[in-house]
Nanobody
Framework: VQLQASGGGLVQPGGSLRLSCRAS????????MGWYRQAPGQQRELVAV???????QYADSLQGRFTIARDATKKEVSLQMARLRPEDTAVYYC?????????WGQGTLVTVSS
């Protein structure tokens, strides 16, 4: 199983961006999927997680600006980011618990700047 993330880029403050992450390969047991981010000089932090049943959890600091979703195959997770701020600038990593193992995507850079 591999995770492939996409959707990062440069966006102005107040703008929106959507990240996607898809698991390739055969998966028999599905667990949580989610996103972490790591800003320059900072530790990696949890952004959002979604369970196989669709329950979601977000970092308190996001204040409702981000939405995590998972598709019907349970192999793709997305992160819709709105009202982006410069402090959201980071490398965003998707992760997944699949077949009782933890997988990480390669990271996608999100830069919020005017």
């Amino acid at each position: 199983v591999q995770l492939q993330a996409s959707g990062g880029g440069l966006v102005q403050p107040g703008g929106s961006l959507r990240l996607s992450c898809r698991a390739s390969g055969i998966v028999l047991n599905f667990g949580d999927m989610g996103w972490y981010r790591q800003a320059p000089g900072q530790q990696r932090e949890l952004v959002a997680v979604i369970t196989v049943g669709g329950a979601t959890q977000y970092a308190d600091s996001l204040q409702g600006r981000f939405t995590i979703a998972r598709d019907a195959t349970k192999k793709e997770v997305s992160l819709q980011m709105a009202r982006l701020r410069p402090e959201d600038t980071a490398v965003y990593y998707c992760y997944a618990d699949l077949d009782y193992q933890e997988y990480w995507g390669q990271g996608t850079l999100v830069t919020v700047s005017s």
